[in-house]
């Protein structure tokens, strides 16, 4: 998106252990967020001979493990739709930055674990497409964040 991006990231025991950093402990998903982000902004910056924040400061996340499939698979679909609800393109596979190129197999990426999204969200790859063109109900999209 050219103003926001959404990740979308499982965690285990293996991402959430604590860094030890003196004197502070910090989760390690936090701050392998917060390193990208400041290395993003820094490479930003210096391409183009500037200083400054690119990020707003406080960036939302929220655990999405809620005993069901229900939420996770509504940001995974939202995720998706959001170029085409912004208006930025009229087909879910036009946005060259989705992850949905890759689920639908117009692209043979590596960023995203297309097995644990098609276990945790019992995806029907076969009927990928057409359901994720499905309306998401406008009470779950309220609630994503």
Known sequence: MPNHFHFLVHANELTIKLVKQTPLEINALTEGIRLLLSSYTNGINRQNNRTGSLFQQKTKMKCIDDGSRHYGYTAFQYIHQN???????????????????????????????????????????????????????????????
């Open 83 to 145: 170029p085409v609800r912004a208006g930025l393109v009229k087909k879910l596979e036009d946005w060259e930055f989705s992850s949905f190129r890759d689920y639908a197999g117009f692209r043979d990426g590596t960023l995203c674990n297309k097995e644990l999204a098609i276990s945790l969200f019992e995806l029907d790859m076969n009927r990928f497409i057409p359901d994720s063109y499905n309306n998401l109900q406008d009470d779950l999209v309220l609630n994503i964040f």
